[in-house]
């Protein structure tokens, strides 16, 4: 089951799915978190299939993105809260077992938010975005050429966001999620972010986190293979399945 549900976020109204798996709750739950210009529709392969895993998955647009009010601006991650906020709402789904998987800005975005918000009990990230090439994309005239071509779409808060990006970066957040453990996952044929940005990350980060390099998939392509998709699963399963009270 896929419902729309509207969450009440500090910059307006967030729109996002939320799928239900089949069996007796609570479920253990995972906040899907989108990239720059992409949208929740975009994770619906993924969300399905962790719904058919038994996880409770709320996908939602990111503030300027989609069909969420507001504008991208330094405050974004905070819609992680939001989110976490909403789940608690919900009677199906297990607080003491929720997780977060993010790619590109959606990453950024959830490991800055983990650092703050200790009921995630642990990250997957695809891709992650570090704030220079988040900044070099705001600046770029032919990545904005290119958004245009592939329907891509975002408001941004400027000059907020951009002296966001200039003061916070993500290579000090691993270490702030310690001891729980991170799961980082990055295609060597990323022509947006190097995959040497996820060794960094991965080297910062507690004793229990993964390295997985795959060999090809770009930028987005990792996250809608279906093996990495059942890898995933397993990872959040195995870490998701006692409950912290």
């Known amino acids: 089951m896929r419902e729309n549900v509207q969450l009440q976020g500090h910059a307006g109204r967030l729109a996002a799915h939320f799928y239900l798996p089949q069996g007796t709750s609570p479920f253990p739950a995972v906040v899907l978190c989108h990239g720059i210009t992409s949208c929740k529709d975009n994770y619906t392969d ?77 990250l ?13 994309g705001l600046l770029n005239a032919d990545y904005w050429h290119w958004v245009h071509l592939s329907g891509g779409q975002v408001r941004v808060a400027l000059p907020d966001y951009l002296l966001y990006l200039e003061n916070n970066d993500v290579f000090d957040l691993p270490a702030r999620f310690q001891p729980r453990p991170i799961f980082f996952i990055h295609a060597r044929d990323d022509k947006f972010v190097p995959y040497t940005v996820s060794e960094r990350l991965h080297a910062a980060a507690s004793e229990g986190s993964r390295m997985w390099l795959l060999d090809e998939g770009g930028h987005s392509g ?24």
């Not at 990792?222 to 890898?231: I, L, S, Y």
């Not at 397993?234 to 399945?241: A, C, F, I």
């Open 46 to 122: 993924i969300a399905e299939f962790l719904q058919g895993e038994g996880f409770a998955v709320l996908a939602y647009d990111c503030r300027g993105h989609g069909e969420s009010e507001g504008a991208l601006d330094g405050a974004s991650w905070q819609d992680v809260g939001t989110a976490l906020e909403y789940l608690k709402t919900r009677s199906e789904v297990d607080a003491g077992r929720i997780a977060l998987v993010g790619s590109s800005m959606g990453a950024h975005n959830g490991l800055r938010a983990a650092a703050e918000y200790t009921s995630l009990r642990t």
């Open 124 to 136: 997957v990230v695809f891709n992650t975005a570090p704030s220079e090439v988040l900044k070099q």
């Open 222 to 245: 990792p996250r809608h293979d279906p093996e990495v998709q059942r890898v995933v699963a397993e990872w959040l399963r195995e870490k998701l399945q006692s409950r912290v009270r």
